[in-house]
T-cell receptor
Framework: DAGVIQSPRHEVTEMGQEVTLRCKPISGHDYLFWYRQTMMRGLELLIYFNNNVPIDDSGMPEDRFSAKMPNASFSTLKIQPSEPRDSAVYFC?????????????FGEGSWLTVV | QQQVKQSPQSLIVQKGGISIINCAYENTAFDYFPWYQQFPGKGPALLIAIRPDVSEKKEGRFTISFNKSAKQFSLHIMDSQPGDSATYFCAASRPSNFGNEKLTFGTGTRLTIIP
């Protein structure tokens, strides 16, 4: 079975441009997460959805970041306008509800460089 | 405020030796403690997890030791192999209305196994 699929895998963009990252979660999973990974801050949870509904966006750094999940098989993370400090690896992940201990499956990440 | 503290930041172990990574947490409501393994260019993947009502869980060469009173848990890798070279993250979560979906990650340990 295919895992979590992210696109693009790599993106280099100029400061001020809009960036859209895309994610297809594992079929049947009802949670979708967006994480950001940097050397300085490690793995940070930005936002997560349950059954396409945003549950917690407290990790979204500022209004320049937005995320949507229009259906169970697709989500986007948008940065507008982008800044050099947004350079990071952005991971999408998904899981399904369990009584205890949801296993979160990560995609391979979108490597974003803002110059 | 960092709720899960991980050490060491990096670790070099000789092939066949024991690798030990430690984590400490603050929130006594946490009840799920997984370890994730991340290879370069890949997303993290679940390695092993433990719940707080047991003191140890073993899966092959990987063991989690858990000390509830000290609020600490550790990962032991026995007979460490070059293929174990990766970054390891501890994590923790507490129950919510939706499950244990919201993981708080440690800062990661880069493990290198040398011949």
């Amino acid at each position: 079975d295919a895992g979590v699929i992210q696109s693009p895998r790599h993106e280099v963009t100029e400061m001020g441009q809009e960036v859209t990252l895309r994610c297809k979660p594992i079929s049947g999973h009802d949670y979708l997460f967006w994480y950001r990974q940097t050397m300085m801050r490690g793995l940070e949870l930005l936002i997560y959805f349950n059954n396409n509904v945003p549950i917690d966006d407290s990790g979204m750094p500022e209004d320049r970041f937005s995320a949507k999940m229009p259906n169970a098989s697709f989500s986007t993370l948008k940065i507008q306008p982008s800044e050099p400090r947004d350079s990071a690896v952005y991971f999408c992940a998904s899981s399904f509800l369990r009584a205890w201990g949801n296993t979160i499956y990560f995609g391979e990440g979108s490597w974003l460089t803002v110059v | 405020q960092q709720q899960v503290k991980q050490s060491p930041q990096s670790l070099i172990v000789q092939k066949g030796g024991i690798s030990i990574i430690n984590c400490a947490y603050e929130n006594t409501a946490f009840d799920y403690f997984p370890w994730y393994q991340q290879f370069p260019g890949k997303g993290p993947a679940l390695l092993i997890a433990i719940r707080p009502d047991v003191s140890e869980k073993k899966e092959g060469r990987f063991t989690i030791s858990f000390n509830k009173s000290a609020k600490q848990f550790s990962l032991h890798i026995m007979d460490s192999q070059p293929g174990d070279s990766a970054t390891y993250f501890c994590a923790a979560s507490r129950p919510s209305n939706f499950g244990n979906e919201k993981l708080t990650f440690g800062t990661g340990t880069r493990l290198t196994i040398i011949p």
